[in-house]
């Protein structure tokens, strides 16, 4: 049977990937909200379904569906700012709707704690978008790790290189207060799947945060990890500035590169599928990696010195 979606932030850029997982899962959309409408992408999937700039007649419309023509609300995908999540999470319970999120699903961790409580006091889920756990090539990297030696500590250099213009910083992606910042922006589907992968959080040491770069040093309990962050195009190889390219990604584990440039087009389709079926990710799983880029946005900065990211090595150059 065809589920009931509505989505809210479907001006966004994630927003056409949601759009396509309802679309390829068969279901329907009956109400999509923005406060901007440069919504044209909706015409590619749903053109009949109802846009509204204004969140009370989205609400409106909504209620209005229920009362006169008992079309019930089953789901509502949230892709709007970071700092908006758990509120629209919030309005999706008290609807009698699931919620499915994009990540971070909140900026803070008590934020999650307290949609688990909601969630409880209700009927509804609330599922984030966890989409690297799904991917072939990490799926492939757990099985190795979770077959592999016990007692066995593993190395890992994660690096993601993918630059933004200046309107970056006047968005509120650059506002910290209201994307978390950085390491929560851009990293925290990594870190989600560090922890999947690795287990509990041991040590976290920050060794460089500005409003455009990130890094530090995480340890699981099975891996030390260096990692490297940056939104800077100053920070892209030359190798692959000279490919015209804007984006650099890399994980080595031992330093063995792990693949997984492609194989991404599908994976909210996938998540929403996973949900369907009954399985999905939900605020538990979520929890350790908003832990994470909440202890990053409040740490002390480290020393660089002992284990640290090898693209540190340029700014202790620049020092000297």
């Not at 989409?131 to 690096?159: C, F, M």
């Not at 330093?255 to 599908?266: N, P, V």
Request: hydrophobic share 35%.
């Amino acid at each position: 049977m065809n589920k009931n979606f509505a989505i809210i932030g479907v001006g966004g850029y994630i927003a056409p990937r949601h759009l396509k997982a309802i679309k390829d899962t068969n279901n329907n959309l009956i109400a999509a909200l923005d406060k901007f409408d440069s919504v044209g992408i909706m015409d590619s999937y749903f053109p009949d379904s109802h846009f509204f700039v204004e969140f009370e007649r989205f609400d409106r419309h909504i209620e209005k569906l229920k009362r006169k023509k008992e079309i019930n609300l089953d789901y509502v995908s949230i892709c709007t700012p970071n700092y908006l999540h758990d509120a629209h999470i919030r309005m999706a319970l008290r609807r009698g709707a699931h919620a499915i999120c994009e990540k971070p699903i909140v900026i803070n961790p008590w934020n999650v704690d307290q949609l688990i409580e909601i969630e409880k006091e209700s009927n509804s889920r609330v599922y984030s978008i966890l989409q690297l756990r799904i991917h072939e090539s990490i799926i492939a990297l757990k099985n190795k790790v979770d077959n592999g030696p016990k007692d066995k500590i593993y190395d890992v250099d994660l690096t993601y290189l993918t630059s933004r213009g200046n309107w970056y910083h006047t968005s509120w992606k650059g506002d910290i207060a209201k994307s978390g910042g950085i390491a929560t922006n851009i990293g925290v589907h990594f870190y989600d799947m560090l922890s999947w992968i690795f287990g509990e959080v041991t040590q976290n040491k920050v060794h460089k945060l500005t409003e455009d770069t990130a890094a530090g040093y995480l340890e699981f309990e099975k891996a030390r990890v260096r990692w490297f962050l940056s939104v800077n195009y100053d920070n892209i190889p030359e190798t692959a500035k000279l490919e015209g390219k804007r984006t650099y990604r890399s994980i080595t584990v031992d330093g063995e590169e792990i693949e997984f440039s492609g194989g991404f087009t599908e994976l909210h389709t996938k998540s929403y599928k996973d949900i369907l079926n009954g399985n999905g990710y939900g605020l538990e799983d979520a929890k350790q990696s908003i832990q994470i880029v909440h202890d990053i946005r409040n740490a002390a900065i480290s020393p660089i010195q002992g284990d640290y990211h090898p693209m540190l090595s340029k700014q202790l150059d620049l020092k000297q």
